[in-house]
């Protein structure tokens, strides 16, 4: 929020600043969640969600924030996807865990780049069996 601030002194000259004021944690902030986080090589593919929600510094939903997930599951190639949140501060990206991927720990992230240069992320495990 910015407030405008003007003064006048005796002899009549004038002078303002605006004065920018953040409420909250002062930081956006970025949850992942996945809609799986374990499954067995035997039975794949699988489909596999991650839901990115995004909120600004005073805990709202961030509506048009653009986001990038990544996945890396072990033996296949990393998959990667730009989306971009709705009114909700959502983002919902689906993709299949494809036949050949080999057992192990792998890596689901969201990045979310702000437009002042600063970036905010989170991660979850998702296992191969």
């Known amino acids: 929020n910015s407030i405008t601030i003007s003064a006048t002194d005796p002899a009549g000259n004038t002078g303002s600043t605006v004065l920018t004021l953040l409420r909250g944690s002062g930081q956006t902030a970025v949850t992942l969640s996945a809609s799986g986080y374990r499954f067995t090589a035997s039975s794949l593919p699988q489909p596999l969600t991650l839901t990115a929600v995004v909120t600004d510094p005073d805990g709202n ?69």
Not at 74 to 86: A, F, N, R, S
């Open 61 to 129: 939903p961030l509506p048009n924030a653009p986001v990038t997930f990544t996945l890396s599951i072990p033996g296949i190639p990393v998959i990667t996807q730009d989306i971009t949140t709705d009114n909700s501060g959502t983002a919902k990206f689906t993709t299949s865990i494809p036949k050949g991927a080999t057992p192990g720990n792998g890596l689901a992230t969201v990045l979310l780049s702000e437009s002042n240069g600063t970036s905010t992320s989170a991660r979850t495990v998702v296992t191969i069996q």
